[in-house]
C-alpha cells in the first residue's frame, strides 16, 4: 500500500511547501506562540518561490482540515496577516482560507496529509524506509533547513 501510495506522489504533477515547527515548550521569559505563526509564512513563502519558478498563476483557495475554534482562529489570522506579504495583488486579494469539515476533505487536502505524515514519520525514524517520504522530499517547493541539515550531515 505504501508504495503505491509513493508511486502516486511520483506520477502526479504536484508540489508540497512543508514546515517544520519545534513544538517543545517555550523558554523562560520567552511568551507562547502559535506554531502558525512560523509554519503559515514558511509555507506561503514557499509557494510564491514555487509560483515564481514555474510560471503559474496563482490558486484562489487555501483549504485547510477542520480543528478547534482556537486552532481555526490561530491559522486564520497567521493566514490574514502574512497575505497582505504577497508581492502578486491579485494573489493577495484572492486568496481565501476555509476549513473542511471532517469527513469531507477534498484529495488534494488528504495527499497534503498523507505527506505531512510521512514528513513527521522520517523526523521520528529516519533511519527507517518511508518510500512516501522520498516521493514526497522530490516534489517540496523549498526543503526546510531541518531535513536539509540532515542531508549534509548524512554526507559528510
Do not use: M
Request: hydrophobic share 35%.
Amino acid at each position: 500500500e505504501e508504495s503505491t501510495l509513493a508511486a502516486l506522489i511520483a506520477r502526479a504533477q504536484i508540489a508540497f511547501a512543508v514546515s517544520i515547527v519545534d513544538r517543545s515548550p517555550p523558554r523562560a521569559g520567552r511568551q507562547v506562540s502559535s506554531p502558525y505563526r512560523t509554519s503559515v509564512p514558511d509555507c506561503l513563502t514557499s509557494y510564491l518561490a514555487f509560483l515564481k519558478s514555474c510560471g503559474s498563476e496563482p490558486c484562489r483557495l487555501a483549504i485547510a482540515a477542520d480543528r478547534d475554534a482556537i486552532g481555526r482562529d490561530g491559522l486564520r489570522n497567521a493566514f490574514k496577516a502574512d497575505r497582505k506579504r504577497f508581492q502578486s495583488p491579485q494573489c493577495a486579494e484572492t486568496l481565501q482560507l476555509r476549513f473542511c469539515p471532517p469527513g469531507e476533505e477534498p484529495l488534494p487536502l488528504e495527499l497534503a496529509n498523507l505527506a505531512c505524515a510521512a514528513v513527521v514519520r522520517h523526523l521520528h525514524e529516519p533511519t527507517q524506509g518511508n518510500p512516501i517520504f522520498e516521493e514526497v522530499r522530490s516534489k517540496l517547493a523549498k526543503v526546510p533547513r531541518r531535513i536539509a541539515n540532515e542531508a549534509t550531515c548524512k554526507h559528510r
